[in-house]
């Protein structure tokens, strides 16, 4: 039964993720991000490439963004983000909130 | 220790109010500690089945898994909330008719238990998944002190269930006449709350719009990191800078289930005591 409903939802899902947007990389590597900032053009959607280079697990959050994701150590996630006015939000590390900090800047 | 407690607390603390909430919306209702204990125990199973494949749901319908997982589960949870609201509405009245304890009781024991212990299970299975995501982050990482930070998650169990008995303690000093009109409030904005929660991830999977984002910014006055922000957002569905979409699955939310408990409740006869 799962793998039908992950068949269907996969379904769903291939289409738009297919959809044309810039793409922005982010490695998470000893609980930190690299870039910490990542300048974005506003008032455009863009997908981040969230890269998790550590072994264990992390959780991409961002309140600003509205935005949250577990990324399984060793693997990547991406992330739909925006369209967002000019400005700095904040994301971080749900995991590891200490190190893990870093802002998108929509320029 | 203490940023591990911190971290726990915060996941436990959602899905401990919203078990608090069903077991105040089903005082007094026999089979009740049966059933919505029997919820929270799957929810717990559910959330360590759940951290075990999460490689494999993050992985899943080209990387947007985790979002439609988190959606789907978060849209029956508010099915069910929203069907024991009309549910209320089409029997509520009959038993605030009724003055017999002994029909009274009787005709309570036909509730629909197992959609509230959905629910509970739900609430559980979410949060619960990623403490033990995190717990295990701990104990896989071999990192100096994984005594402490595993003590630390266990305090922020600990406390989060704490919070959640002392809100249960609390809304059961409401008499008993006003406790189901208030429990169905809380139980119709939880389920607004999760709608618009359910809406934000279909965004984040870009498959529904932002419809402006945000609408506003109310950081200010409730931060939605601050203790009240999240007790806020469980409960109502507070959200410090809500996008036009989730304004909108939150207020439709509320329009749908309020309009169909009132038309239920009209069509039901008032059954005078007999």
Same mark, same amino acid.
């Given at each position: ?35 910490? +900032? ?19 697990? +992390?959780?991409?959050?961002?309140? +600003? ?24 939000? +904040? ?17 | ?274």
């Amino acid at each position: 039964m799962l793998r039908s409903f992950l068949a269907a939802v996969l379904l769903l899902a291939a289409a738009p993720a297919l959809a044309d947007e810039s793409t922005f990389s982010i490695t998470i590597k000893d609980h930190k991000f690299e870039p910490a +900032e990542l300048t974005i053009p506003a008032n455009k959607k863009v997908t981040l490439v969230v890269k998790n280079d550590d072994r264990t697990m +992390e959780e991409f959050e961002s309140k +600003e963004l509205r935005r949250e994701k577990v990324i399984p150590g060793g693997q990547e996630a991406k992330i739909h983000v925006g369209p967002l006015k000019p400005g700095r939000y +904040e994301f971080f590390g749900e995991f590891n909130p200490k190190t893990a900090r870093g802002w998108l800047v929509a320029k | 220790m203490l940023g591990a407690a911190v971290i726990v607390f915060r996941e436990t603390l959602e899905a401990a109010l919203i078990v608090s909430i069903v077991m105040a919306a089903t005082v007094g209702i026999p089979g009740r500690n049966r059933w919505v204990g029997a919820g929270v125990l799957a929810g717990i199973g559910g959330a360590v089945l759940v951290a075990a494949f999460a490689a494999t749901i993050a992985a899943a319908a080209a990387g947007m898994g985790q979002e439609l997982f988190n959606a789907a589960v978060l849209l029956a949870a508010v099915v069910m909330l929203g069907w024991h609201t009309v549910w209320m509405a089409g029997h509520g009245r009959t038993l605030a008719s009724e003055v017999n304890a002994v029909g009274r009781a009787v005709a309570e024991g036909t509730r629909p238990l197992w959609a509230l212990a959905v629910v509970a299970g739900v609430a559980v299975l979410r949060e619960g998944s990623e403490t033990v995501l995190f717990l295990y982050g701990i104990a896989a990482g071999g990192q100096d002190g994984a005594a402490a930070l595993f003590a630390g998650g266990l305090v922020g169990i600990v406390a989060g269930a704490l919070l959640g008995a002392a809100l249960y303690l609390g809304l059961l000093r409401i008499p008993m006449r006003h406790l189901f009109a208030v429990t169905n409030w809380m139980v119709m904005l939880l389920a607004a709350g999760m709608a618009a929660q359910a809406a934000n991830f279909l965004v984040q999977a870009d498959l529904l719009p932002t419809l402006g984002e945000p609408l506003w910014d109310t950081s200010f006055l409730v931060s939605d990191d601050s203790l009240a922000g999240r007790l806020l957002h469980t409960l109502v569905g507070y959200v410090s800078e809500p996008s036009g979409i989730q304004l909108l699955f939150w207020a439709a939310t509320l329009a749908v289930i309020g309009l169909a408990a009132q038309a239920v409740g009209r069509a039901t006869p008032v059954r005078s005591a007999s």
